[in-house]
């Protein structure tokens, strides 16, 4: 097992950056996950302790992951989530529509569970900005009102900016031999301390070197 990267911890919560192509929790098929990998690292402190899952990324994003060490700090992060600012930062195809924009969409999935914008279905909010961009690709910073499955990379696809690496809707080029896809900030409110934690990764290398 690779060490964990935790970029956070006390008593109540733990905060770990989840590399890519890993689970965030066990799909149906018998996969490693983030999940278990955190469990083992808190058993090894003390048997019983716990973990239990705020909110997940998808398999091919990498980036920061909350998990609460009880029912408790759980339930208060979710019902405060709303509240909580979620960074992202991707690069994807071509030059954007708008150097900054909001994309309003319902998404609804498929049995196949291919996302898919709709005229119905769960309102998803996402805000991006262009930070840099060459002919070829763009780089965006991301902040997601919302929070539905694949939204980010279903929103981008749908107005011809696929994010790079992301076969599953329709990119046309893998220069990172990865999503181009990460979840870069975090800042929330303590549950029990009441103070604010913010997290934020850095600027990956190979994302900057795609839009000098």
């Known amino acids: 097992m690779k060490k ?16 890519c192509k890993l689970l965030t929790i066990k799909g149906e098929r018998e996969e490693k996950n983030l999940y278990e990998e955190v469990s083992a690292y808190v058993k090894k402190q003390n048997p019983h302790n ?25 339930r208060a992060l979710q019902s405060n989530w709303n509240f909580v600012t979620r960074e992202y930062i991707a690069v994807v195809e071509d030059i954007m529509p708008k150097k900054k924009d909001k994309l309003v969409n319902y998404l609804r999935e498929t049995k196949t569970f291919q996302v898919y914008v709709a005229h119905t279905g769960d309102k998803a909010i996402t805000n991006y900005e262009v930070m840099h961009h060459n002919k070829k690709y763009s780089l965006l910073k991301i902040n997601i009102e919302t929070g539905r499955k694949n939204q980010i990379r279903v929103q981008l696809s749908n107005i011809g900016n696929t994010i790079v690496g992301d076969k599953k809707y329709g990119a046309k080029t893998n220069p990172l031999n ?35």
């Open 4 to 19: 964990l990267d935790i970029r956070y911890e006390d008593k109540d919560l733990i905060v770990v950056n989840k590399p």
């Open 50 to 74: 716990k973990i239990f899952v705020v909110h997940r990324l998808d398999k091919e994003t990498s980036g920061l992951v909350i998990f609460a060490k009880s029912e408790q700090i759980k």
């Open 178 to 212: 990865r999503l181009g896809l990460m979840a870069s900030k975090l800042v929330f409110i303590h549950p029990k301390k009441g103070v604010e934690i913010k997290l934020e990764l850095d600027m990956p290398e190979s994302y900057l070197n795609l839009v000098k």
